[in-house]
């Protein structure tokens, strides 16, 4: 299989590296296939750009980093001008309709999606921003499967919020569909 | 699914390789990037009948588990750099009093309180030389989650083998990345358990008079044998002795139970050496990236190996002049200004041809980094 780079950036507090997390969990423990998560980060709890890298693959990988994503995904206008040049070329580009201004074209397909207002039109919450964007992610790419997603969400999510984080990923599932 | 199989930390992976091996108390104080340690300890170890204390600070932490540690416990404590600088007293402590006890040093990347939340691996030496006088430690690490789960548990067992502190020198990368791990079955790593002193009560007992063998039982503090612990030079009752003859054996003793089973502490692994025109050495995550370089090359044909070191300290020089012998160049790979370098120029038969690709700015070092070095050596410009 193609090794697919991926890199999340944002805000720290908005969930990108759950997200990130969630996803290579996903891809590990129910798809039978290898993958690294690292992180970069700030000494802030929230506030500061968050980045966070996965790689899937079927074959060892031994460099964790992600110098050229095939989809880079920015939620926060600080994180698509810093990191948008790196794309790989025909790469993916998501970012998010209220977050972020795209103003220059990159060599690669961009999705501009309204991933945080849908969150909070159809269930009110931006805490579950990321599992949308998850979602969207899925929707637009089908590196793992939804239904490994669902089964990570049911481990790691207490039970109280798991249905509104199933909702969040149907909905990005969804938005991802139509913007493929 | 195999339940043995986890898409964890690789702090988490050295917690559960600790409760593995018997672990059954840890004190420490959190520092990033070190912390997630503390948090699976505290979650984990009440539930299955240990301690865990949170001290005030790294001396009282590293104080607390040298103390569990005498009256039988298998101990552990897990800091970074600064916390690391202030252990060093009761570092040396253990050390002289022969104290079984592992220490996880995850490293951040600068100096003093550098960058907490980015990778070095600068405390190569401090590791080494860090408590003051003559002294040997042992200093392991490793550069994916499997083995940090073997290298974590080899460092208990080292610590009970030779009653010394053994390090577990981890950094940001390793410590943070998630990565898949298999938790091996219990039986399938061999644990070294402690060995107990043997002597009856108010029989006269010699606690650092070791066997023929070399190993030095330990008794429970607090047990059957009353005895005296000290970091003074003592003699082998354990009591303060300033007899030359007695502290000559002492320092004899402490440095030459590991330099003279460097062979046996010693851990490595090697990829492609047989016929590599150029060797890398590295350890720790920054061997991911060399690795990643040798992988490759060797792919298009290239003559390139790797050494990865996992036993830092005893510094395993025979292992590194045999494997570099037929090398034509040799180039260290770490994330520090050439602390292993060093080392591998006093090993190796011709040190002009040793080489440093590095990188101190808190950024992993990445396969383009080490590849500009290789250009320059091989004269191709960058």
């Known amino acids: 299989m193609e090794r697919h780079r991926l890199v999340f950036s944002g805000s720290g507090g908005q969930g990108i590296i ?163 | ?46 539930k299955i009948g240990g301690k865990f204390l ?9 104080c607390a588990i040298i103390g569990a540690s005498l009256t039988g416990h298998k101990v552990m404590t897990a800091t970074s750099g600064p916390g690391f600088s202030l252990m060093q007293e009761a570092l040396g402590y253990a050390i002289v009093a022969e104290i079984p006890c592992v220490i996880v040093n995850v490293q951040r990347g600068g100096s003093s309180t550098g960058i907490p ?36 548990v080899d460092a208990f067992n080292l610590a009970e083998t030779y009653r010394t502190p053994v390090i577990l020198l981890f950094d940001e990368v390793v410590g943070h990345m998630r990565e898949r791990i298999f938790i091996p079955k219990k039986g399938e790593i061999p644990l070294v358990e402690r060995l107990r002193a043997s002597v009856k009560r108010g029989v006269d007992f010699h606690p650092y008079l070791p066997r023929e063998d070399g190993r030095l039982p330990i008794s429970d503090f607090g047990g059957v044998n009353r005895h005296n612990v000290t970091g003074l030079a003592h003699d082998m009752w354990g009591f303060p002795s300033d007899n030359p003859q007695v502290v000559h054996g002492l320092i004899r003793h402490l440095v030459d139970k590991i330099q003279n089973n460097t062979h046996k502490i010693a851990k490595y692994k090697e990829y492609y050496l047989q016929d590599a025109r150029t060797i890398l050495i590295s350890y720790g995550s920054a061997a991911r990236s060399a690795l990643h370089v040798v992988e490759n090359r060797r792919s298009r044909g290239e003559k390139l190996g790797l050494l990865e070191l996992q036993t830092l300290w005893p510094f395993p020089y025979y292992l590194v002049q045999e494997k570099c012998a037929d090398a034509k160049y040799v180039v260290v790979v770490e994330m520090n200004m050439g602390q292993i370098l060093q080392a591998v120029k006093v090993s190796v038969d011709r040190p002009e041809r040793v080489f440093l690709a590095n990188r101190i700015d808190g950024v992993f070092i990445t396969p383009t980094d080490i590849r500009n070095i290789l250009r320059l050596i091989e004269g191709k410009g960058v």
């Open chain 1, 18 to 180: 759950t997200a990130a997390v969630i996803l290579a969990e996903a891809a590990v423990l129910y798809e039978n296939l290898i993958a690294v998560q690292t992180q970069s980060y700030g000494a802030e709890a929230r506030g500061g750009a968050t980045r966070s890298d996965v790689i899937i693959s079927d074959s060892a990988i031994y460099f964790p980093k992600v110098n050229q994503p095939n989809v880079l995904i920015c939620l926060s206008q600080e994180a698509y001008n810093k990191f948008s040049p790196i794309i790989r070329p025909g790469g993916l580009l998501i970012t998010d309709t209220r977050y972020v201004k795209t103003h220059r074209k990159v060599d690669a397909r961009q999705r501009e999606l309204p991933m945080y207002q849908t969150v909070m039109e159809k269930i009110g919450k931006p805490i579950v921003f990321n599992i949308c964007m998850l979602g969207a992610l899925i929707g637009l790419t089908d590196f793992v499967k939804s239904g490994s997603v669902k089964k990570v969400l049911k481990t790691r999510i207490p039970s109280d919020f798991l249905e509104i984080n199933e909702k969040a990923l149907d909905l990005g599932m969804k938005l991802g569909n139509a913007y493929k």
């Open chain 2, 1 to 46: 699914m195999n339940e043995n199989l986890k898409f964890i930390q690789g702090n988490e992976v050295c917690v559960e390789a600790a409760l593995y091996t018997g672990l059954d108390f840890f004190a420490g104080y959190p520092i990033t990037p070190s912390t997630e340690i503390m948090e699976h300890m505290a979650k984990r170890l009440p």
């Open chain 2, 54 to 62: 949170q001290m005030e600070d790294e001396i009282a932490s590293l």
């Open chain 2, 117 to 152: 939340t980015h990778v070095g691996q600068g405390d190569v030496m401090q590791a080494r030389w860090g408590t003051h006088g003559d002294h040997a430690i042992i200093v392991m690490t490793a550069s994916n989650h499997q083995d940090v789960f073997a290298i974590t």
